[in-house]
């Protein structure tokens, strides 16, 4: 039986890499991102469940960069598609976890066909700088193993 780590390093900020449409991002503040499936109970006799049936699995997220970076994606939607806009922009990302030069095994997670849902911008009086969160969905994530 493995022993469980105590007071053992964990994963921080710090750690994280984000490449995205193949180049590091640096202004990145957030990443989430997560698969799900529709699942429901399947009754029958009686008024208990008999299994759970299984359906589609989805595939979605959100990146939270500062506007400078929206602006770099912006550039590469209109250098690609003629138009700045994120909402056209079909990207992988690659998501690193880790410091192999502190010791910490490297995981990679990776994200496969990226599609923004939204594109908002905003700010409050006294912000020191702009962060949009853009939502995506996308077709697969392969986690690190």
Do not use: H
């Amino acid at each position: 039986m493995e022993k469980p780590m105590i007071n053992g390093r964990q994963y921080e900020w710090a750690d994280i890499s984000i490449y995205l449409g193949g180049r590091m991002v640096i202004g990145a503040r957030g990443i989430k991102y997560k698969e799900s499936q529709d699942k429901e109970l399947l009754y029958a006799k009686g008024n208990r469940p008999l299994s759970i049936q299984k359906g589609n699995i989805k595939y979605e997220g959100s990146i939270v960069l500062l506007q400078s970076e929206v602006e770099t994606l912006k550039e590469l939607a209109r250098s690609v598609r003629g138009r700045a806009s994120v909402l056209d922009l079909n990207l992988n990302a690659v998501v690193c976890y880790g410091d192999p030069s502190k010791g910490d095994p490297m995981l990679t997670d990776m994200i496969y066909n990226i599609q923004f849902t939204e594109a908002e911008k905003g700010g409050n009086q006294g912000d020191k700088n702009m962060e949009i969160t853009l939502p995506f969905i996308c077709t697969d994530i392969k986690y690190a193993v």
